[in-house]
């Protein structure tokens, strides 16, 4: 079963903030997070284990609950290359990575 | 470079025919997907394999078969059997870097139309 994301679309303005939801109603293994823009494939962005702490890298951070099955991807400040779909993939079994159904992010000047 | 290439980008199809989209990488992985896309419905699932010789069905297998016969290569054959097959087709690769830590790399993606 697929993890429900939320919001299903978003619009910022160049340097606000956002924040992207994932849920499952599995136990997972691990939560992934990819960025795609439109015509292109989707790009790894990261990875959150379980029992890990929060991970990122320069403005775009993410946490992992284990208990409540949930991650969370920050976009601090964005910026206009941050436009495209984000997909959060859950870890329910080994190496078998079921994808949400996105989150349309927009950034515009 | 390494990198998975997906063929051809764009495809056309009679309903009633059977068709193989190609998948190959030389990144050397040990594990291969096939996901569809739909609009507002994400990626999906299709089939998985870990190993060669051996593979698992996704979330929506019916209408669709693999194979993988080489590490290098996973294809998928669309059958007559899957009612609504036009969508875009994503084939990714991943291998396990230790510690549960691994990320996959995705193909451009073959168009698939059956009219």
């Known amino acids: 079963q697929q993890p429900v994301q939320s919001p299903q679309a978003v619009i910022l303005r160049e340097g606000e903030d956002a924040v992207i939801n994932c849920s499952s109603s599995k136990a997972l293994y691990s939560v992934h997070w990819y960025r795609q823009k439109h015509g292109e494939a989707p790009v790894f962005l990261m990875i959150?284990?379980?029992?890990?702490e929060q991970k990122g890298h320069e403005k775009i951070s993410a946490s992992f609950n284990e208990k409540k099955q949930q991650s969370s991807l920050y976009l601090t400040a964005s910026q206009l290359s941050y436009s495209g779909t984000y997909f959060c993939?859950?870890?329910?079994?080994?190496?078998?990575?079921?994808f949400g159904t996105g989150t349309k992010l927009q950034v515009i000047p | 470079d390494g990198g998975i290439t997906q063929s051809p980008k764009y495809l056309f199809r009679k309903e009633g025919q059977n068709v193989t989209l190609s998948c190959e990488q030389n990144?050397?992985?040990?594990?291969m997907y096939w996901y569809r896309q739909d609009p507002g419905q994400g990626l999906r699932l299709i089939y998985y394999s870990q190993i060669v010789n051996d593979f698992q069905k996704g979330d929506i297998a019916e209408g669709y078969s693999v194979s993988r016969e080489k590490k290098e290569s996973f294809p998928l054959t669309v059958t007559s059997a899957q009612k609504n097959p036009t969508a875009f087709y994503l084939c990714?690769?991943?291998?396990?870097?230790?510690?549960?830590?691994?990320?996959?790399?995705f193909g451009p993606g073959t168009r698939l139309t059956v009219t």
């Open positions: 993939g859950t870890e329910v079994g080994y190496q078998k990575v079921t």
């Open positions: 959150l284990l379980k029992g890990g």
């Open positions: 990714a690769s991943s291998i396990d870097g230790g510690q549960g830590y691994y990320e996959q790399y």
């Open positions: 990144l050397n992985h040990d594990a």
